[in-house]
């Protein structure tokens, strides 16, 4: 009997061996939207306060940082709401499942934070060019200084202990979202500088009000543009690192009697992946023996990627060996 085998992702092979790994993923994802979910609050509450002391102060710079700080919390929004969104199962209109809310959403997000980041850009420019120019600038109020020092002690005692929780979860998410409240922690330094510099310094150093501005507006089209970014690629059906495929080959390859991994595709879908490859056995596998094969191979790809991995596999027989004249 020849081994011509095929797996649909919608029906899992064992689903007695797939059920506690989904249950542990589930209990895992409770455990990162609480995480996030506390450091939202935190998130949605500062752009607010130092949008305030910022306007009340007078200072551009402390404005900016404001726009920097919503960057966390509209990331927040997008762990809290679309990954839990993208994590409905497939249904009949979605055969891959949702995963592609999230990346939809984190590409808008990405793409506002980019015109709100030029936009503060050419603002800061446009002082410091009439700064130049002879013109006075505004002396910085004391508030937007004390707004600055509030917010670099919040956001540092909130990457130590999302980075604490993201490494107990191991969750790459959560750790990045983790450095991102410390990068946000050292754009307030910058800003408490340019502030407290403006204040202290006298009226012809209040430029670095608006400098500090200018740098903090460089960090938000930063942002913009890593989350952007991968977006599209995502969008437009980027295949996954070349690594990770060859991993996927390396994976077929070390179960007895498989050879020639082929037309591998995979591509990521939000916050998981699908697999489609074909690969080889003898003409001569019987089916239950191929199926046991495909199911082992299955599992350990589960295994690396997630236990919601898409994974579409086919047998195909060896090619007969070519006749000598």
């Not at 939207?33 to 609050?41: E, F, I, K, N």
């Not at 940082?65 to 919503?70: P, V």
């Not at 993201?166 to 500088?193: E, F, K, M, Y």
Request: charged content about 20%; some cysteine; proline content about 5%.
């Amino acid at each position: 009997m020849t081994a011509a085998t095929q797996h649909h992702p919608a029906t899992p092979v064992d689903t007695r061996s797939t059920a506690p790994a989904l249950e542990a993923d589930e209990a895992r994802r409770r455990a990162i939207y609480r995480v996030t979910l506390q450091g939202s609050v935190v998130n949605g509450v500062l752009p607010v306060f130092k949008f305030v002391c910022g306007w009340m102060g007078g200072s551009s710079a402390m404005v900016a940082d404001a726009i920097h700080s919503l960057s966390d919390f509209l990331t927040d929004v997008v762990v809290l709401f679309f990954v839990r969104l993208s994590g409905k199962p497939c249904d009949a209109d979605h055969d891959f499942g949702h995963g592609k809310y999230e990346t939809l959403a984190t590409a808008l997000i990405g793409l506002m934070l980019f015109g709100v980041g030029i936009g503060i850009m050419a603002a800061a420019t446009s002082q410091m060019w009439r700064f130049f120019h002879g013109e006075a600038l505004g002396r910085p109020g004391w508030v937007a200084l004390a707004a600055a020092l509030v917010s670099i002690a919040s956001k540092e005692t909130l990457f130590r202990y999302t980075l604490r929780r993201g490494r107990t979860l191991q969750s790459p998410t959560v750790v990045a979202n983790a450095w991102h409240h410390r990068s946000d922690a050292l754009s307030s330094i910058g800003t408490a500088l340019g502030i407290g510099g403006a204040i202290v310094l006298g009226e012809e150093w209040r430029v670095l009000d608006p400098l500090a501005a200018l740098v903090v507006s460089v960090l938000i089209v930063k942002v913009a543009v890593e989350l952007v970014i991968p977006s599209v690629d995502e969008l437009l059906e980027k295949s996954l690192p070349a690594e990770e495929e060859r991993f996927i080959e390396e994976t077929i390859l070390q179960q007895p009697g498989t050879s020639d991994p082929h037309n591998l595709r995979t591509r990521r879908i939000g916050n998981y992946c699908a697999i489609d490859v074909h690969f080889r056995m003898s003409g001569d596998t019987s089916i239950s023996v191929a199926h046991h094969t495909t199911s082992l191979i299955e599992e350990q790809l589960r295994h690396h990627f997630g236990p919601r991995t898409l994974i579409y596999t086919h047998v195909e027989p060896l090619k007969p060996k070519q006749q000598t004249p």
